[in-house]
């Protein structure tokens, strides 16, 4: 089977892609593994689930929200009907049930192989996430057999956690979300933390998101931050879209009585080993937030618009043991499950191009893959901008590739024009 443009995954980002690729004439098909679009959302995500993005923050190519509620957040079901009712619009040459199973270079193009057949294109576009797999350390392996280990993609809800205690590892957005809901849930739960980025929900009386988007922040671009690496490495700040508008940071979890440690250094005959750290990564993620407000409170006073905002605020230091424990029994605490939201990567198993650095991870310029003319990746962290890995930042990266590779095609062609004629 032959195309101009495989594109792989039929999440947003792929959806995105489709939709710009139809507006630029370019043809293509949408390969997807599961059994309907979004399929991530639906297989992979647990069930109390809301965005922590509002709804008018949910802006994809030729689509936006529409309805009554811009400032609430969309629940599991809801995003999954948004992105649903964003296929219908796209209405992209879509195959499902097709897992891609290699990806190769081929006589200037790719030779795509799925469970549907072998496709010959001369672009790909990868687009199958960047939270495939769930990262767990390698010291999970000195866990005693008895406790469960889970993962948020595993995570469905509380009653399906065996009785006891529960470790979160992990307090970004995901670890801090499951703590909260375990332990309102009546469970007692210990959260390991490491490096976190604090964030209130809500600031002056506006959104965190709509500070981001305002400030454009979100809109940073790949070649304007200092450290790159870095930035798209960053935890997720600590953040739930829930109708209370309530923080979820480490001072909403102890108040509702989650226990706070240091980061996970070690596991020894049932017991944890944690970092002494715990004060220290609480005072800089304070440092980092003030920071950020501080920037805020600026845009505001060059724009002229502190009387439309609530006057200027700190929220509280983050309240933490003098001397936080640096051992902890599992037995001694009841805790029965160890939930690692450590984070997660993605997963190229499949492609069999010469593109991933030594930890696996693909190398490109803003998802244009380095060393393979015509390969392209959307939807990873910071791809071409903060919000490359959001519902609202997709369509941008999408709008910016979809360009660079139709300049591509027209410069193939353009090519062996010259060189059928020079033959
Ligand atoms: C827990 C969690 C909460 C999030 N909350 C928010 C939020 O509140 N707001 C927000 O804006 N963003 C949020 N995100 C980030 C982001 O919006 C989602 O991760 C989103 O799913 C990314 O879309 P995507 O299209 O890039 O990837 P995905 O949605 O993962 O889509 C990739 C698609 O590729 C398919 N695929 C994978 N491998 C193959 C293969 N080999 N062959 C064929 N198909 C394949 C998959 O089945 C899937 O359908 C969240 C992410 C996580 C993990």
């Known amino acids: 089977m032959r195309t101009t443009t495989v594109v792989i995954g039929a999440g947003q980002a792929g959806l995105a892609m489709s939709w710009w690729l139809a507006r630029r ?66 209405a992209p040459p879509l195959r499902l049930h097709c897992p891609v199973t290699a990806v190769r270079a081929r006589d200037g193009g790719y030779e795509i192989e799925s469970v549907d057949g072998t496709w010959r294109c001369r672009a790909v576009v990868i687009a199958t996430g960047a939270f495939n797999i769930a990262r767990v350390p390698e010291l999970a392996g000195a866990l005693p057999p008895d406790i469960v280990q889970i993962t948020p993609a595993q995570y469905r809800s509380v009653s399906e956690l065996p009785d006891g205690g529960v470790l979160v590892v992990g307090a970004a957005a995901t670890g801090a979300q499951l703590a ?50 870095r930035a798209r490495s960053l935890p997720s700040f600590q953040l739930a879209g829930y109708c209370d508008r309530r923080d979820i940071d ?4 102890r108040a509702i009585g989650v226990h706070l440690v240091g980061r996970l250094a070690g596991i020894r005959d049932g017991k944890l080993q944690l970092s002494g750290s715990l004060r220290n990564v609480c005072e800089l993620a304070d440092l980092k937030l003030n920071r950020l407000l501080n920037s805020f409170d600026q845009w505001a006073t060059e724009r002229g618009i ?56 693909l190398v490109h310029e803003g998802g244009v ?13 910071f791809l071409r901008r903060r919000k490359s890995s ?17 300049a591509y095609l027209g410069a193939q062609r353009q090519r062996s024009t010259v060189a059928v004629a020079a033959s």
């Open 306 to 361: 502190d009387c439309e905002l609530e006057p200027v605020h700190r929220l509280a230091p983050t309240r933490v043991d003098a001397v936080p424990p640096l051992g902890l029994d599992l037995a001694r605490r009841g805790i029965r499950t160890v939930l690692w939201a450590t984070g997660f990567r993605a997963e190229y198993r499949w492609l069999q191009v010469p593109v991933l650095d030594r930890k696996g991870n």
């Open 25 to 90: 004439g370019i043809d293509h098909v949408v390969l997807e593994r599961g059994a309907r679009v979004a399929n991530t959302w639906r297989t992979e995500r647990w069930d109390s689930l809301t965005l922590l993005t509002p709804n008018w923050q949910s802006r994809l190519p030729g689509f936006g929200y529409e309805g009554v509620r811009p400032d609430a957040f969309r629940t599991l079901g809801e995003t999954i009907e948004f992105l649903d009712a964003y296929a219908r619009l796209v």
């Open 180 to 229: 909260d809901e375990i332990c309102r849930a009546g469970r007692d739960v210990t959260l390991a933390v490491g490096e976190h980025v604090r964030a209130p929900r809500t600031y002056r009386g506006r959104d965190i998101q709509w500070w981001m988007d305002a400030t454009s922040l979100n809109n940073e671009t790949f070649d304007q931050v200092e450290n790159l690496n």
């Open 250 to 253: 480490l001072n909403a979890l």
């Open 390 to 406: 959001l519902i609202d930042g997709v369509g941008d990266d999408a709008r910016d590739l979809s360009a660079h590779l139709a």
């Open 369 to 381: 893959v380095t060393g393979a003319p015509g390969l392209y990746v959307l939807g990873l962290p």
